[in-house]
């Protein structure tokens, strides 16, 4: 095997602060830097659909250390952004699941801050085994899905 797991999900928001709340505040995840990053000198021109002279970025880890995946936020502060969430039946990554320890705990939790969800805790059996899964989906409209194994 040539890879050995995920390093990072990176997600283009909107709004960095609407999107902390969602991700560090309801489900959790830890920040461990808030920085804007220059776009001028590295890397970041080519993987631009539009020009941007600098972005807000922000790690979140589930726990830090060497090996551990973790998520990316990243806003244009120039507020030029295009694109729009893709469904389950379109190309390209359409959702990203996080595996949750109490998943009717979480959700409740969750729709008592306001949070709507598309599916609430339904069990599924699969090859792979039984579960419980929610989808709801971010400030930006991103498909998130929340999984507790049984």
């Given amino acids: 095997m040539k ?23 309801l489900l959790g995840f830890k920040v ?6 220059q776009a001028e000198g590295t890397v970041l021109p080519a993987l631009y659909r539009h ?6 970025v922000t790690p979140l880890y589930w726990k830090a250390g060497e090996g551990e995946s973790f998520l990316v936020l990243s806003e244009q502060k120039d ?3 295009t694109g ?5 039946d379109e190309i ?9 320890k109490d998943l009717n705990e979480l959700y409740g939790e969750l729709k008592a801050q306001g949070v709507p969800f598309l599916v609430t ?7 792979d085994g039984t579960f419980y899964t929610a989808f ?3 400030p930006d409209g991103i498909l998130i899905q929340l999984d507790q194994l049984l």
């Fill in 3 to 25: 890879t050995r797991g995920i390093a990072h999900i990176a997600f283009g928001v909107r709004d960095m602060d609407k999107s902390l709340v969602f991700y560090r505040d």
């Fill in 51 to 56: 020009i941007h002279e600098k972005r807000r």
């Fill in 84 to 88: 729009a969430p893709i469904k389950l």
């Fill in 79 to 81: 507020g030029k952004v």
């Fill in 32 to 37: 461990v830097r808030d920085e804007e990053q």
């Fill in 121 to 127: 805790p339904t069990e599924v059996v699969t090859p």
């Fill in 136 to 138: 709801l989906s971010d």
């Fill in 92 to 100: 390209g990554i359409h959702h990203v699941s996080f595996w949750v």
